[in-house]
């Protein structure tokens, strides 16, 4: 059964980092453009981040550019999002996904998600 799961969630003070993992079981993550979306109480899910599967291009939303990271380990099958600098209204669930197409376009697989929660 295809599966995506995250890891690394949970509870971090503001200024503080986290590292999500998101890894793939039963398909290859390369031939994959995997992005990384959010969602928090009472909002709409927004997309996070996204990096193609050809050139490695990565894409992020303004709410986050110059504190996130996406990154691939093909190796490992797994997608990562270093988060830096976090901010209270950076909780929420973040979920990875994966896309047979290009960031953007819509995406085929999506995992269960992982808590982020930032405060003091």
């Known amino acids: 059964q295809l599966q995506l799961v995250e890891s690394g969630g949970g509870l971090v003070q503001p200024g503080g980092s986290l590292r999500l993992s998101c890894t793939a079981s039963?398909?290859?993550?390369?031939?994959?453009?995997m992005g990384w979306f959010r969602q928090a109480p009472g909002k709409e899910s927004e997309g996070v981040s996204c990096?193609?599967?050809?050139?490695?291009?990565?894409y992020y939303a303004d709410s986050v550019e110059g504190r996130f990271t996406i990154s691939r380990d093909n190796a490992k099958n797994t997608v990562y999002l270093q988060m830096n600098s976090l901010k209270p209204e950076d909780t929420a669930v973040y979920y990875c996904?994966?896309?047979?197409?290009?960031?953007?376009?819509?995406?085929?697989?999506w995992g269960q998600g992982t808590q982020v929660t930032v405060s003091s």
């Open positions: 039963e398909f290859t993550l390369d031939d994959y453009a």
């Open positions: 990096i193609s599967k050809s050139d490695g291009r990565t």
């Open positions: 996904a994966a896309s047979r197409r290009l960031c953007g376009m819509g995406y085929d697989y």
